[in-house]
C-alpha cells in the first residue's frame, strides 16, 4: 500500500476537492497529538486548522490551550488566542493573553498590532497609537497600522498628522482607494480644495465605483474655488 495517501486529495475532483484536502490534514495533525503528545506544535496546528478553516473557536480555543500547557512559550497560541477571545467578546481575556505574551517577552508585530486593535475599540486611542507604532519599528511596511493611526488621529481632530499617515500609506499602496477617500475629505475639512480635487480625481483614476459621487464633488469644489 502506497504511503503517499495525500494523491488522493491531489488528484480528487469536484465541489468537495476543499473540504476533503482540510479534513486529511485534519486527521493528520490530531494523529500528531496522540503520537506526540509533549510536542506544542501538533496543538497549535489542530488549533489553526479548526479556527480558519473549520470556523470551530472552541475547538480551536481547546489546543491552542492545550499547546501552551505543554509550552508557555508557543508564541503563536497568543496571538490566536487573542482573536478567539475577541470574536467571543471577552476583550478582558483579549488583553490578558497578548500581555502575557508580552511579558514572557514573545511580542511580535502581530502581538503589538492585536492589542492595538483592542485598545481602539476601548477607545483607548494614545495607547492605541503607541502600539501601533511598536508594530511600525518592527515592519514598516505594515499598511493597516498606518491606516489605524490615521482614523486615530481624524477622531482626535489632529487632521494634518492624520494626512502626513496617510500620505505614508499611499507610499506603500499606491492603489488603495481608501487612503485617497481619506486624504480627499481631510483636505476638505481643513480648507484645501485643491488638494480635495487631486485626490478625488485619483479616486477616479483608480475606477471607484463611487465615480460619479466624485465628480460631482470635483465639480462644487471648483465652483467654489473659482467663483
Not at 494634518?160 to 487612503?179: G, L, M, W, Y
Request: proline letters at 3%; charged letters at 30%.
Amino acid at each position: 500500500k502506497s504511503p503517499f495517501v495525500i494523491h488522493h486529495y491531489q488528484y480528487s475532483r469536484g465541489k468537495d476537492f476543499v473540504r476533503d484536502k482540510q479534513l486529511y490534514y485534519l486527521e493528520l495533525t490530531l494523529k500528531k497529538t496522540k503520537e506526540q503528545p509533549t510536542k506544542p506544535k501538533a496543538y497549535a496546528d489542530a488549533g489553526i486548522i479548526y479556527y480558519n478553516y473549520k470556523k470551530d473557536s472552541e475547538k480551536a480555543l481547546f489546543y491552542f490551550q492545550k499547546a501552551l500547557e505543554i509550552d508557555k512559550t508557543y508564541k503563536q497560541a497568543y496571538n490566536y488566542l487573542s482573536k478567539i477571545f475577541m470574536q467571543q467578546g471577552k476583550k478582558k481575556e483579549a488583553i490578558e493573553i497578548l500581555n502575557r505574551s508580552i511579558n514572557l517577552g514573545l511580542e511580535d508585530e502581530t502581538t503589538y498590532f492585536n492589542l492595538g486593535v483592542i485598545y481602539m475599540q476601548e477607545d483607548k486611542l494614545e495607547e492605541a497609537v503607541s502600539l501601533f507604532n511598536k508594530v511600525l519599528a518592527i515592519n514598516p511596511n505594515k499598511l493597516a497600522a498606518y491606516y489605524n493611526i490615521g482614523l486615530i488621529l481624524i477622531k482626535l481632530n489632529k487632521f494634518n498628522q492624520s494626512i502626513e499617515v496617510f500620505k505614508k500609506a499611499v507610499n506603500i499602496d499606491p492603489h488603495d482607494t481608501r487612503i485617497y477617500l481619506h486624504l480627499a475629505k481631510l483636505h476638505e475639512k481643513i480648507n484645501e480644495p485643491k488638494k480635495a480635487i487631486r485626490y478625488y480625481k485619483q479616486l477616479i483614476n483608480l475606477n471607484h465605483p463611487n465615480k460619479q459621487e466624485f465628480l460631482d464633488k470635483i465639480y462644487k469644489l471648483e465652483n467654489k474655488l473659482y467663483k
